[in-house]
């Protein structure tokens, strides 16, 4: 069956039997136990044939049969056990309240189903390296079965992944206590999930909107992180930004604006630019007075003397036909509320998406990306955005592998002509843990992988922090699962390697 473990302090060991209902495809399994709730649990499998390879266990707190249950986390067969902090809504805190010392049972819920994310991936996101070599070729080809997506729910929060831990319950206990620890900030967290944008709103704090996670697409909202305490606080906006993965994402932040663009809901993609007002925390429709924009996903953004250069990225098409990679830059100028496509001289990058394009100075810097069938690079591209000449860079060092959904940044202060490189996926859709700069004026790669302890991983984002001259690093995912750390990288130590 599955059991139960508190992690509070002392260890409370609950581990009650649940009890079996079924429920048509799903089976569900259930336990009470007494008030007050546990401000943290494991939840373990001891018999591994209640969870198959191909089901998921969602985890849900009801406080009474009047109320509705509250998800508050799932976990797969390869982890075999859960750890999370019971995290409620206000309303529900406030229901909570009446219940204190009034002998009430509080009902943990565990529904086991099939999961979904194995059967379907959203529209034009990486394919893992379990999916094997004909779904890779699939997803380097775009196929039809790649541009249908699961049924969207909301993700996880702060779910933790214990591997091996199926009938020891000690042993699951210990490591789910273990995990926390590499965990930054305190208290309730975003959804893991990568193909998101993490924006600087301030030199204190940052946004994170969309993305994917391990049953579909992030449906919690936006959230916002202190980079003092390195804690989350989910943001309500008026009006709405409709769920989206593979957008991109950019702040003004002397004009107070986060810009959005594109990105795709399944077999949606979308051409639409939003902007959220930092001042009312508004969201608006940035409606075009003149021009267009391709429908695109995973693209790159920047933001450039008042407007807004979208480059590259994964382009629609009818089916069967497959999607098509762009080397093309679009830009929206702000002032004048129209879209232009500016004339590019010189040597173009080749078509591509999942790449990065970092804005030194006046120069936006493309690196690394695919494009289908089977093109994945490691090259450098340079655009002058004053003369709107395009030149490949060569450069000496040891270079990154190729790779495409990586993370990169513009390194601050007197390293500004420096830009870093971290992760992505290889050719072989292997997550990797490898980081290095770019040193634009000597023409020179720099291997800094010794700055990085975190797993390795693609779809992630990255921020600098200029209180602790670090750069703070969120989210993404690897073969097997998606990440919600904070990770924090020192600029010394990154700078002291580039030697």
Not at 20 to 39: G, T, V
């Amino acid at each position: 069956m599955f059991a139960v473990t508190s992690l509070d302090d002392p260890p409370v060991a609950l581990l009650k039997r649940a009890q079996r209902a079924d429920d048509e495809d799903n089976s569900c399994y259930f336990c009470n136990f007494d008030y007050p709730i546990p401000e943290r649990v494991v939840i373990f499998v001891t018999e591994s044939e209640l969870l198959p390879r191909d089901h998921t266990a969602t985890i849900a707190v009801q406080l009474s049969p009047d109320l509705p249950a509250t998800r508050i986390g799932s976990f797969g067969a390869e982890s075999g056990a859960f750890s999370t902090a019971i995290a409620l809504s206000a309303a529900d805190q406030a229901e909570a309240a009446k219940l204190e010392g009034a002998g009430r049972l509080v009902k943990l819920v565990v529904e086991v189903g099939p999961d979904k994310s194995k059967v379907k991936r959203p529209a034009n996101t990486p394919p893992t390296k379990s999916e094997g070599a004909t779904s890779r070729k699939r997803q380097k080809s775009i196929s039809p079965d790649t541009k249908s997506g699961g049924k969207p729910g909301k993700g996880s929060k702060a779910k933790k992944g214990l591997g091996g831990a199926r009938a020891d319950t000690a042993a699951a206990a210990a490591a789910a206590a273990a995990s926390e620890a590499s965990v930054g900030g305190d208290g309730e967290v975003p959804s893991a999930r990568w193909g998101h944008s993490l924006s600087l709103v301030s030199s204190t704090a940052a946004l994170a909107i969309g993305g994917q996670g391990s049953s579909a697409l992030s449906k919690d909202g936006i959230w916002r992180l202190d980079l003092a305490t390195r804690s989350w606080t989910e943001m309500d906006a008026d009006g709405a930004l409709p769920t989206r993965t593979g957008h991109a994402a950019v702040s003004d932040v002397a004009g107070g604006k986060v810009y959005v663009f594109g990105g795709a809901k399944y077999k949606r993609f979308f051409t639409d630019l939003h902007e959220l007002d930092l001042k009312t925390n508004a969201w608006g429709l940035v409606k075009p007075l003149g021009g267009k924009a391709p429908a695109c996903s995973y693209h790159s953004i920047a933001l450039f003397r008042g407007e807004v250069l979208i480059f590259g990225g994964v382009h629609p098409r009818v089916d069967p036909t497959p999607d098509v990679c762009s080397n093309e830059l679009h830009v929206f100028n702000l002032g004048q509320k129209n879209w232009y496509q500016p004339p590019l001289s010189g040597t173009l990058p080749a078509p591509r998406s999942g790449h990065s394009a970092t804005l030194v100075e006046d120069e936006l810097v493309v690196f690394g990306g695919w494009d289908q069938p089977h093109a994945i690079f490691n090259d450098v591209h340079v655009i002058d955005l004053t003369l709107m000449e395009c030149a490949k860079v060569e450069v000496s060092g040891e270079a990154p592998a190729a790779r495409s959904w990586h993370t990169a940044i513009a390194l601050p202060g007197s390293d500004q002509r420096r830009i870093l490189i971290h992760g992505g996926l290889d050719d072989d859709i292997v997550a990797l843990g490898t980081a290095h700069v770019l040193d634009l004026d000597a023409k020179r790669w720099y291997n800094v992988s010794k700055a990085f302890a975190c797993a390795p991983r693609a779809g992630h984002t990255v921020v600098h922090d200029e209180a602790t001259h670090s750069l703070v690093l969120w989210g993404g995912g690897d073969n097997d699962q998606y990440f919600d750390d904070i990770v924090t990288i020192s600029l010394d130590t990154i700078r002291a390697l580039c030697v």
